[in-house]
């Protein structure tokens, strides 16, 4: 068994994994759910850092405004070009930011028995599991998540809908569903968008039909 699949012996992991979680076959309007963006240097967990993180909750058909939160984290090297055009984050701003641990001391409370949401969901599942296992020598479970790319894949290939790769990014569908528009590339800003396009997606099931949470996992 290799050794992050043991036990966890933090007591900020012990508390995640102890805090009991939503059963698939929940309604999901009985669910709670965290949205949540990472901005990071790269694609690659491995070698990448995240640069800043944002998140807010969802209960049941409603956005908690007063849970968002925003954090800009140190890294230990330069910030790339590329990255700082993209994600607007200079290494001035992250040498004032946070430790990546201080960050997730905020988040795993909160994503603790919430279902986490992301956009392209696979870029927050393994940057945060990889951080978790580098600070923390633990693994992080992460049962439940929904990816609102998918689930905007699948609502236009169910109503036979003609779309490009292009069509499927965050801000591609938020016109498509008159979202409103936010600066990109803002971890808070995605990460509310984020949301939204989630209501957006599960707004157009039947009301008069059950939909279980299952049935949006990706």
């Known amino acids: 068994m290799n050794w992050w699949w043991q036990r966890p012996t933090h007591p900020l992991i012990q508390a995640y994994c102890q805090t009991p979680r939503p059963s698939r076959n929940w309604d999901y309007q009985d669910v709670g759910y965290v949205a949540l963006d990472f901005e990071t240097t790269g694609l690659n967990a491995k070698h990448d850092q995240i ?14 405004l007063a849970s968002a939160e925003h954090h800009v984290i140190q890294i230990d090297r330069a910030i790339p070009p590329t990255s700082a ?14 430790s990546l641990t201080s960050a997730l001391e905020a988040l795993l409370p909160v994503l603790a028995g919430r279902v986490l949401i992301a956009h392209y969901a696979e870029i927050e599942r393994e940057f945060l599991r990889l951080a978790c296992r580098r600070l923390y020598h633990a693994r992080l479970p ?13 609502r236009l290939e169910r109503h036979h809908i003609v779309y490009m790769a292009a069509d499927l990014r ?20 995605d ?11 599960t707004a157009h099931h039947d009301p008069h039909q059950r939909l279980a949470l299952k049935q949006l996992l990706s």
């Open 85 to 98: 055009v993209i994600h607007q984050i200079t290494d001035d701003q992250a040498a004032r930011g946070q």
């Open 191 to 201: 990460a509310l968008l984020t949301a939204e396009l989630f209501l957006a997606l």
């Open 142 to 154: 992460l049962p439940f998540i929904i990816d609102t790319q998918l689930l905007a894949q699948q």
């Open 170 to 189: 965050l801000y591609a569908l938020a016109a498509r569903y008159n979202l409103p528009r936010l600066m990109a590339h803002h971890a808070l800003n």
């Open 51 to 64: 640069l800043s993180m944002g998140w807010v909750i969802i209960h049941g058909n409603r956005i908690v």
